[in-house]
């Protein structure tokens, strides 16, 4: 559609088209988050005060605490926020790096077959964890981080 500046609408009008575009826009995906909202509503003029006000009283009325899977949860280790998680993610990182070279390096009495099984299994379990801190993250950067 071109933009048209003689094109006027009412007021209710123009709640009915926002409305309208924010559920056509929430259906090609899951959900949407909080930031993006913002980010809509200040592009489309109304106030920060307002939304947050509007949120509160759809959560309270529809009682839509969503919480985190559970499997993000347990990825993050109970951390609530993306600081502390991102330790975590590059202590894995460290970790995948740091293992399996000091198992094919430190001396003992294991064999090099039964090191290097070792480094490959410790490589492949770090390699998991590291991967699935990074996902969860994911997550709770597009659903927000109070969920978890």
């Given at each position: 559609m071109n933009e048209d500046s003689t094109v006027f609408l009412s007021v209710?009008?123009?709640?009915?088209?926002?409305?309208?575009?924010?559920?056509?826009?929430a259906a090609r995906h899951e959900s949407i988050s909080l930031v993006r909202l913002r980010d809509a509503a200040q592009e489309a003029?109304?106030?920060?005060?307002?939304?947050?006000?509007?949120?509160?009283?759809?959560?309270?009325?529809?009682?839509?605490q969503e919480?985190?899977?559970?499997?993000?949860?347990r990825k993050?280790?109970?951390?609530?926020d993306r600081a502390g998680?991102?330790?975590?993610?590059?202590?894995?990182?460290?970790?995948?790096?740091?293992?399996?070279?000091?198992?094919?390096?430190?001396?003992?009495?294991a064999t090099l077959a039964q090191r290097l099984?070792?480094?490959?299994?410790?490589?492949?379990?770090?390699t998991y964890m590291t991967w699935s801190t990074a996902r969860a993250i994911r997550w709770a950067d597009r659903h927000g981080w109070d969920k978890i």
């Open positions: 209710e009008a123009a709640r009915e088209v926002l409305a309208r575009a924010t559920v056509l826009d003029g109304i106030g920060v005060d307002a939304l947050d006000r509007a949120v509160a009283e759809v959560i309270e009325r529809s009682g839509d919480r985190a899977p559970l499997w993000v949860r993050l280790f109970g951390v609530v998680a991102m330790v975590f993610y590059w202590l894995f990182v460290l970790m995948t790096l740091g293992v399996p070279v000091y198992l094919l390096v430190a001396p003992g009495r099984t070792a480094a490959i299994v410790m490589g492949i379990i770090t």
